[in-house]
C-alpha cells in the first residue's frame, strides 16, 4: 500500500487559509491522491481528488508536486467549521480502496 | 447531506454473537465499500462490492463478509464477533470513482461486550 506521511495537528486563524501537506512519496503512476475531512461523530466528506494536475473546486485546492510525491490541500478562508481530522489518501487501482492515515487534525480558531 | 444511510447507529453485541449492518446507497451508485474505524485510527478498508460481486477485500478474516443488492443497498455481516471489532463501521459508494469521490455514511458504532 502507498504510504502518506501528514503532520498530526495544525491551527489556522479563522478567515487565513490553511495548507494541509501530504507526502506520499511511494505512490504509483495510476493512483488518484483524494482528500477527505472527518469532522467529530460523523463519516468521512469528500473534499477533492487529483491525479497530476492541480484541481479546485468550491470547497479547496489542491496542488500537486511535478514529481507526484507530495500534495497541499488549501482551504482558502478557514472557517470554523474547517475544524476536523484531514485525511490525504491515495486510491488503489485494481483494490479500489483509499488508504487512510492518521490524518492532520486541524483547528480553525476565532 | 450524505445520500448514504447506514443502520443501526448504535449497536452493543456480546462476544461470540453475529451482527448485521446495513447500508442505503444513492441510486446509481453500483460501487459499495466498507470500512472500520477504531477510536483514534483512520478508516480501515474491509472490502467492496461492485453489481453485487466482491471485487476487493483487504486484511480482514473470512468472518468479515458482505453482499450487495440491487436496489442500492448492502449488508456488512461479522461473525463469531471478538472485542477487537468494537469500531465505527463505514459504508461508502460512488457512481464513478474517477469523476467522483466515494460519499460515506455516519457509520454504525459497534460496541462488543
Known amino acids: 500500500d502507498a504510504k502518506t506521511t501528514q503532520p498530526t495537528s495544525m491551527d489556522c486563524a479563522e478567515g487565513r487559509a490553511a495548507n494541509l501537506p501530504c507526502n506520499h512519496s511511494?505512490?504509483?503512476?495510476?493512483?488518484?491522491v483524494y482528500w477527505y475531512r472527518q469532522i467529530h461523530s460523523q463519516g468521512p466528506q469528500y473534499i477533492i481528488h487529483?491525479?497530476?494536475n492541480n484541481e479546485t473546486n468550491e470547497m479547496a485546492s489542491l496542488i500537486i508536486t511535478e514529481d507526484r510525491k507530495s500534495s497541499t490541500l488549501i482551504l482558502p478562508h478557514a472557517t470554523l467549521r474547517d475544524t476536523a481530522v484531514y485525511y490525504c489518501?491515495?486510491?488503489?487501482?485494481?483494490?479500489?480502496?483509499?488508504?487512510f492515515g492518521k490524518g492532520t487534525k486541524l483547528t480553525v480558531n476565532p | 447531506e450524505t445520500g448514504v444511510t447506514q443502520s443501526p447507529t448504535h449497536l452493543i453485541k456480546t462476544r461470540g454473537q453475529q451482527v448485521t449492518l446495513r447500508c442505503s446507497s444513492q441510486s446509481g451508485h453500483n460501487t459499495v465499500s466498507w470500512y472500520q474505524q477504531a477510536l483514534g485510527q483512520g478508516p480501515q478498508f474491509i472490502f467492496q462490492?461492485?453489481?453485487?460481486?466482491?471485487?476487493g477485500r483487504g486484511n480482514f478474516p473470512p468472518r468479515f463478509s458482505g453482499l450487495q443488492f440491487p436496489n442500492y443497498s448492502s449488508e456488512l455481516n461479522v461473525n463469531a464477533l471478538e472485542l477487537d471489532d468494537s469500531a465505527l463501521y463505514l459504508c461508502?459508494?460512488?457512481?464513478?470513482?474517477?469523476?467522483?469521490?466515494?460519499?460515506f455514511g455516519s457509520g454504525t458504532r459497534l460496541t462488543v461486550v
Open positions: 487529483g491525479l497530476k
Open positions: 511511494t505512490i504509483s503512476g495510476n493512483e488518484y
Open positions: 461508502a459508494s460512488t457512481l464513478d470513482r474517477a469523476n467522483y469521490g466515494y460519499t
Open positions: 462490492y461492485y453489481r453485487e460481486e466482491e471485487n
Open positions: 489518501t491515495p486510491l488503489q487501482g485494481g483494490s479500489e480502496k483509499l488508504v
